[in-house]
């Protein structure tokens, strides 16, 4: 995370390097960025970086950190609209979540995130909470999974105990995280597919979770 002296920074001074660093990301796999490329857009010397950041992966989990904070207050604000409809409020997610990551500003961040994410950036989203890119192993004990435990309308479930819901909660984000995985990799081996093709796939999926795959006695019929 920041150092201190990097939130003593002017307002404008902070923004510009935090773009900065979304560009390069967004531009290069984490592996060849350059801190170079970030210094040079952001107006700053290479001293001043070291003043504010240990190093490239410091900078890169703030951002990454950044997208948390933001996801966990929509997260939160959908949750509380839908009453504590964990469904309802997924299919909400899936929509925001398909618009950030196809048309942001910064699509091809994500872009890179997914297919080169190493097992250190996973490793640290899944422990840190939970955001747009959500972490492989959903969130864990903390804040947000927290809120989740307190406030999902267990009533509408069949899962009841904190335990079982943990296990929903961590095969829903997994889902999500591993069909977002195979849309970026399918585009990039040049396959044409649209952000409505995924959204479908990821509301499918949800509908699977939900209501399940299996024809009962009577759809046989």
Do not use: C
């Amino acid at each position: 995370m920041p150092k201190s002296t990097f939130y003593r920074l002017a307002d404008e001074k902070r923004q510009r390097l935090i773009v900065a660093a979304y560009n390069e990301f967004s531009r290069a796999p984490f592996a060849d960025a350059s801190i170079s490329n970030i210094i040079k857009e952001a107006g700053i010397p290479r001293g001043s970086f070291y003043q504010y950041f240990e190093d490239k992966s410091d900078v890169f989990f703030y951002l990454l950190d950044l997208i948390r904070q933001s996801a966990n207050v929509w997260l939160k604000d959908a949750l509380s609209a839908n009453h504590g409809d964990l469904f309802a409020t997924m299919h909400e997610v899936v929509e925001r979540l398909v618009e950030t990551i196809t048309t942001g500003p910064y699509h091809a961040f994500y872009g890179n995130l997914f297919m080169y994410m190493d097992f250190h950036s996973a490793d640290k989203m899944a422990r840190e909470g939970t955001g747009p890119v959500m972490p492989p192993h959903g969130p864990k004990k903390g804040e947000f999974a927290s809120f989740l435990l307190e406030n999902v309308d267990r009533d509408r479930l069949r899962v009841k105990a904190d335990d079982d819901l943990r296990v929903l909660i961590h095969q829903l984000f997994g889902m999500l995280m591993q069909s977002i995985g195979h849309y970026f990799n399918q585009l990039a081996s040049g396959a044409q597919l649209s952000s409505d093709e995924l959204k479908r796939r990821l509301d499918q999926q949800l509908d699977w979770l939900q209501f399940g795959v299996g024809e009962t006695k009577e759809e046989k019929q």
